[in-house]
């Protein structure tokens, strides 16, 4: 699988006359909780010759393909990206830390990794982690028997958001840190439903387990009512050092490409 991402960035390079400047796993297979039929969400950051930027009307920024049963790839392109993270944008602070690299030019993670503690916004961060996670309550976990992989969902969204409010800091991609949040009296719920994910498929469910959806419940509350005590992150905090990076990029990646 890992040959046929690397080859498919490739094809995409000669074909649309880009540079893929970064690309990762975005879902399960990073995240730490994958089922054997999990697919490979890769999602990748690019950028065009520089010329693309000279013109009135701004291009298509994104490329998305047609998701079939092992693989699902959609792209950013290089200037959308840099203004989503000047925005706080949840999903992409989570693909400049996924611990599944598949490609990456110009040292562009690392590069990016020092600008990310002082770009993200708190209550941005924390409203959208609670966003997910009130939708795995109300819709995903309501009834006697529950989907494993929503259950896991809603889970990592309630320590995320539980590291934003106790930590004030970026919550980490993996599952694994996260769980550092986790009472000891829900740990071993989580192992046991761990080792059945692993052996389970994507539609496998398992009965409510009322403690942990509880616990759940209980995170949605107290994320709710820590929104206002948070604090503000000036509006374009690295503006400066994002528009910069964005130029330094485009000509490196140009002048090798």
Excluded at 59 to 75: K, S
Aim: aromatic share 10%; charged share 25%; proline share 6%.
């Amino acid at each position: 699988m890992l040959t046929r991402i690397q080859t498919a960035l490739r094809q995409l390079e000669a074909t649309h006359g880009i540079c893929i400047l970064y690309a990762c796993e975005s879902g399960s297979r990073a995240w730490g909780f994958p089922s054997p039929d999990s697919d490979f969400d890769v999602r990748f950051i690019y950028c065009h010759p520089p010329a693309w930027y000279l013109t009135l009307d701004e291009g298509r920024d994104t490329l998305n393909f047609p998701v079939d049963d092992e693989l699902d790839l959609a792209g950013w392109e290089l200037r959308k990206a840099l203004r989503l993270l000047r925005a706080s944008n949840a999903a992409l602070f989570e693909w400049l830390q996924s611990p599944v690299v598949y490609h990456e030019a110009l040292d562009f993670q690392a590069r990016l990794a020092a600008l990310l503690p002082a770009a993200f916004n708190l209550k941005a961060g924390l409203h959208h982690y609670l966003g997910q996670l009130r939708r795995g309550v109300e819709e995903d976990l309501a009834g006697e028997e529950i989907r494993l992989k929503r259950l896991f969902y809603a889970l990592r969204s309630a320590l995320a958001a539980r590291w934003i409010r106790e930590r004030h800091m970026l919550p980490p991609m993996e599952f694994a840190p996260l769980r550092a949040l986790l009472p000891a009296a829900r740990q071993g719920d989580v192992n046991e439903l761990l080792l059945r994910k692993a052996d389970a498929n994507e539609k496998s469910v398992v009965p409510n387990p009322a403690a942990l959806v509880e616990f759940l419940q209980a995170e949605l509350a107290a994320g709710q009512a820590a929104r206002e005590t948070l604090p503000v992150l000036r509006p374009g905090a690295v503006a400066g050092e994002l528009d910069t990076l964005f130029q330094a990029l485009l000509s490196e990646a140009f002048a090798a490409f």
